[in-house]
């Protein structure tokens, strides 16, 4: 079904789910009534066509942009109506689930776009409830599960992430300051907004929690003359920071260490973490920020920038949880205050970015489709539609469904940082 004339036959014979027979006692299928049910109240604004197993066809919604798909079987489509946070996005990875007209982002950002206006159903009901009841358990991180969780992400190939990071392995929020901006130069004006908000002096000591591919660190050491030190789990990550760093003649600024932030001893001038909070799980938010007070000269300054939610607390998502970021949490904001409050730091100062990360993933999202056959290579098809499902999921959330970027300014002064916030906007306007 990739041409138009199928489509126009799939679309003269589209019925709207309260016109059909479609009840649970009737021709229809069971479970085929719950999903029709459900996007019949949920799909609003654009128009999806679906193909069920067995030939039916179902459109819900209308006008542009219209999205076509096929659920291919019957054990698919019980495990969507069940559970469709998990299921859909297991079925896009083998296939069960294909995109006709369109692609999975097309189909996520009408899904996702038009969830605000459903009103549910008692199994999507019941199992986000079920979520909520063993979250506690979800969110349990401690070092030796860390460590394995952050494994299972980051030390992939190193030739995966060349194929859609930017240059620097940015593997975070980037900062657009206009629509045109590249990747390249979101990445760099958000480690530069970063290294303002920190107030760097020559010659201070950094420490760098969660240090990723090093990019962070080499930056602030190369722009603002300071002496930085990065943790890291990941030994892929380890790997590759040290070598970029002894290439780049910044040996003797920028060191590396495979350590949990928990075992750190040393003081610093200033503390940065970027994309490692989400990892840290609620139980541990007292520790955390216990440590960066801890690690915190007294005179210090501390950012954090993390994704997070702007509504209230609930549960990792299923799908994500299992395939890409296992021990991974996007917190709310009620949630992270109290433990700042709790540690003795002061907030300073708190930034919402709310669609940079949406713009990110798009950027990732597009390389990676240019270099997909490339990724295959590395892997195999199903890893493919595995990423592609990641980063199309990712980037309808952000767009939709409430995922931010917080960024908190932290010291134990009132006095450390400046009056007002023009200072920033000074700092920057000099680049």
Known sequence: MNDSTKFEDLD???????????????????????????????????????????????QFGSGDPHIAATITSARTLRRIALNPDLATGEAYMDGSLR??????????????????????SHLRSAWLAFRRLIRPLTLFNPAHLSRRNVEHHYDLTDQLYELFLDADRQYSCAYFATPE??????????????ATKLLLQPGQR?????????????????DADVSVTGLTLSKEQLAYSRTKTADA??????????????????????????????HVGTPHYRTYFDTVSDRLADDGVALIHTIGTSGPPGAPGAWIKKYIFPGGYVPSMSEVLPAIEKSGLIVTDVEVLRLHYAETLRAWRQRFLVNRAQVKDLYDERFCRM?????????????????????FQLAKRKTTVPLTRDYIASAEGHH
């Not at 999903?35 to 799909?43: D, V």
């Not at 950094?206 to 190369?222: C, E, N, Q, T």
């Not at 990641?390 to 917080?406: D, M, Q, S």
């Open 12 to 58: 003269s014979t589209a019925v709207h789910p309260a016109r059909t027979n479609d009840r649970p006692g009737g021709r229809g299928n069971i479970w085929r009534y719950l999903l029709s049910g459900f996007l019949n109240r949920s799909i609003k604004n654009g128009t999806l066509s679906l193909t069920f197993p067995d030939g039916a066809h179902r």
């Open 99 to 120: 995109i006709d007209r369109g692609d999975i982002y097309g189909f996520l950002d009408i899904v996702l776009g038009n969830l605000g206006d459903a009103t549910g």
């Open 181 to 194: 901006d590249t990747l390249e130069q979101a990445q760099t004006q958000k480690k530069r907004h970063i």
């Open 206 to 222: 950094v420490l760098d929690i969660g240090s990723g591919w090093g990019g962070m660190a080499r930056f602030l050491a190369r």
């Open 249 to 278: 003649g910044l040996d003797d600024k920028v060191a590396f260490h495979l350590r949990d932030y928990r075992h750190e001893t040393a003081r610093y001038d200033r503390v940065v973490s970027v994309g490692m909070f989400e």
């Open 387 to 407: 990423w592609e499902f990641y980063l199309a999921v990712c980037e309808a959330a952000f767009r939709h469904n409430g995922l931010v970027v917080f960024q």
